[in-house]
């Protein structure tokens, strides 16, 4: 069998040229949720409550509205600054917001 880590952190089994995903069982995908996600409001969440829609949330954080698509379906997780800044936004959405629109 050969595995292959995939950018977004997937792991995925290549046969006969394709991939096809490698489901982990729920206790390691449990293990493997880092303890700052865990009861952190998500994207969708974030932006609803900022009563944005996805491109208008997308323009004030400076990324493509694609990746605001991709971290609320699941796809993708923020990391790095983009997680930072989404835990800011989660306590002081405003201050944020401006902060952002004077840069």
Do not use: Y
């Not at 700052?36 to 609803?48: I, K, N, Q, T």
């Not at 997308?58 to 796809?75: C, D, M, S, Y």
């Not at 997780?77 to 405003?94: F, K, N, T």
């Amino acid at each position: 069998m050969r595995l292959r880590l995939k950018a977004d952190g997937r792991v995925v089994e290549l046969r006969d040229g394709q991939e096809f995903p490698v489901q982990p069982s729920p206790a390691e995908a449990a293990a493997a949720t880092p303890a700052a996600e865990v009861g952190s409001p998500g994207v969708r969440d974030l932006r609803r409550r900022a009563c944005l829609t996805q491109m208008e949330f997308a323009a004030k954080l400076g990324v493509p509205v694609e990746t605001i698509r991709n971290w609320e379906q699941g796809k993708r997780a923020p990391r790095g600054p983009a997680r930072a800044l989404l835990a800011v936004i989660a306590h002081a959405p405003d201050t944020v917001f401006q902060a952002l629109a004077k840069a």
